[in-house]
Antibody, heavy 113, light 107 residues
């Protein structure tokens, strides 16, 4: 069974950084592109970006490219999202996804003072 | 960026109805179109991939189609468990973009 479990969310002050993790199990992590999608409260889905199998290719939505960094550790079967210069507009549920097919349960990030 | 114009934003319907949700792509995306279902408090669930292919475990009352730059999700004989928000996603070109969502609710 494919399992994706996000962690690392919580309350963070504006301007600070936060790193989310997504622990994968139930499949060969090395064989899949992985990505992040977020959803602000009461809003629609926003694609953040994705990373290929060996981290040689990473694509982002342009508005987040300078703030967010996607990485992965294939030895640890873990996907990461490093977020910097956070603002209130970054308050959202953050989902990791395997190939935009299977999704984690999401982790809430709240940016507030 | 490719814009995905999704309509309607809200769709009241009765159980047993046949309903259709549409996304129009601002540029050619081929068949790189997916449909997701999201219920309150839950993660999105893949329903359709490649514009017309049913994902694993999805009931056969769901179907996807394409006519030019218009992509549609049709649900035949609506059931109560189908009440949710539906999103389309184009993944032909970066950045990938979602439609704005359609809330399917009981009339």
């Amino acid at each position: 069974e494919v399992k994706l479990v996000e962690s690392g969310g919580g309350l963070v002050q504006p301007g600070r950084s936060l790193k989310l993790s997504c622990a994968a199990s139930g499949f060969n992590f090395n064989d899949y592109w992985m990505g992040w999608v977020r959803q602000a409260p009461g809003k629609g889905l926003e694609w953040i970006g994705e990373i290929n199998k060996d981290s040689s290719t990473i694509n982002y939505t342009p508005s987040l490219k300078d703030k967010f960094t996607i990485s992965r550790d294939n030895a640890q079967n873990t996907l990461y999202l490093q977020m910097s210069k956070l603002g209130s507009e970054d308050t959202a549920i953050y989902y990791c996804a395997r190939g935009l097919r299977d999704w984690g349960q999401g982790v809430m990030v709240t940016v507030s003072s | 960026d490719i814009q995905m114009t999704q309509s309607p934003s809200s769709l009241p319907a009765s159980l047993g109805d046949r309903v259709t949700i549409t996304c129009r792509a601002s540029q050619d995306i081929g068949n790189y179109l997916r449909w997701f279902q999201q219920k309150p408090g839950k993660s999105p669930r893949l329903m359709i991939y490649g514009a017309t292919n049913l994902a694993n475990g999805v009931p056969s009352r769901f179907s996807g189609s394409r006519s030019g730059s218009d992509y549609s999700l049709t649900i035949n004989s609506l059931e109560s468990e189908d009440m949710a928000i539906y999103y389309c996603l184009q993944h032909n070109e970066y950045p990938f973009t979602f439609g704005s969502g359609t809330k399917l609710e009981i009339k």
